[in-house]
């Protein structure tokens, strides 16, 4: 099996910054996919930053310029370093990755969510 497990949500005023990060573990040979998603309260899901499996990165437009997602490929981690916070960045954020073992792949993996409230 393979797991995500987040840490470095919680509360920042306006204007401040958080890191969170997100480890995978488990019975892994390739993480193909990797990144971070929110979940405002009362609204869906929304993609934030992700590593594709081609290498490259997404932002969502709403915090490109603030937010930075990063990897240490020897820890399978991502971070999401998150600067000049706002109220709207008040969320739930979730790991999510797709993971292949020798065996089987994991292709909707999901952590168990951090939260962030940013107050203003």
């Known amino acids: 099996q393979v797991q995500l497990v987040e840490s470095g949500g919680g509360l920042v005023q306006a204007g401040g910054s958080l890191r969170l990060s997100c480890a995978a573990s488990g019975n892994i040979f390739r993480i193909n996919a990797m990144g971070w998603y929110r979940q405002p309260p009362g609204k869906q899901r929304e993609l934030v930053a992700l590593f594709t499996s081609v290498g490259s990165t997404n932002y969502a437009d709403s915090v490109k310029g603030r937010f930075t997602i990063s990897r240490d490929n020897a820890k399978n981690t991502v971070y999401l370093q998150m600067n000049s916070l706002k109220p709207e960045d008040t969320a739930v954020y979730y790991c999510?990755?797709?993971?292949?073992?020798?065996?089987?792949?994991?292709?909707?993996?999901w952590g168990q969510g951090t939260q962030v409230t940013v107050s203003s």
């Open positions: 999510s990755a797709d993971i292949s073992s020798r065996s089987r792949r994991f292709s909707a993996l």
